[in-house]
């Protein structure tokens, strides 16, 4: 059975670096082909792709924001990390964990975080 | 970055009524994957390679189209079919539409 949970601050100010954690069970992220991202949704909004590392250790970011994304994972291939620098308020929204072989298949429930001062 | 544009951005129907959801691509895809979204939700796979449904997805949904045109059929609209549906392009970055709500009369 394949799981994922998003773990996160809830609240943090203005300019602070946000650090999410996803917890994931039920696959191996040393296997080929699969791949963890992050994706988030402001409130009433769509969805934004945000990172994502393979299996291989091969990281991608959206280039709208990859100054301040750092994504990454811990040598037990059992958790993804991903860091968010000099955030702001329109950084608040859920961030979603999410495993892809060919497509979103399955995701985490979500993790609301809010910037504000 | 390739940008999705969906139609109708909110639409309602009928029990029983043909639904079809449009997205467009900015630049030709090869594949479009379609989610579905209930309130207070995570988004769930629905449809993947433009016309493949996701487990346990009911036959009554379908998927087609190639290029920069693709979209997602209902076929009998049934309650439990009111949802938000999003398209999503395959290519890095990772894009989708902003989304179509579609309620139930």
């Known amino acids: 059975q394949v799981t994922l949970k998003e773990s996160g601050p809830g609240m943090l100010q203005p300019s602070k670096t946000l650090s999410l954690t996803c917890s994931f069970s039920?696959?191996?992220?040393?296997?080929?082909?699969?791949?963890v991202s992050w994706i988030r949704q402001p409130s009433g909004k769509s969805l934004e792709w945000l990172a994502a590392i393979d299996w291989d250790g091969d990281k991608y970011y959206n280039p709208s924001l990859k100054s301040r994304l750092t994504v990454s994972k811990d040598t037990s291939n059992t958790q993804v990390f991903l860091k968010i620098t000099s955030v702001d308020t329109a950084d608040t929204a859920t961030y979603y964990c999410v495993r892809r072989q060919y497509y979103f298949d399955y995701w985490g429930q979500g993790v609301m975080v809010t910037v504000s001062s | 970055e390739i940008v999705l544009t969906q139609s109708p951005t909110t639409m309602t129907a009928s029990p029983g009524e043909k639904v079809t959801i449009t997205c467009r691509a900015s630049?030709?895809?090869?594949?479009m994957h379609w989610y579905q979204q209930k309130p207070g939700a995570s988004p769930k796979p629905w449809i993947y390679?433009?016309?493949k449904l996701a487990s346990g997805v009911p036959d009554r949904f379908s998927g087609s189209g190639s290029g920069t045109s693709y979209s997602l059929t209902i076929n009998n609209m049934e309650a439990e079919d009111a949802a938000t549906y999003y398209c999503q392009q395959w290519n890095y970055p990772f894009t989708f539409g902003s989304g179509t709500k579609l309620e139930i009369k």
């Open positions: 039920g696959f191996s992220l040393s296997t080929s082909g699969m791949v």
């Open positions: 390679e433009t016309s």
């Open positions: 630049s030709s895809v090869s594949y």
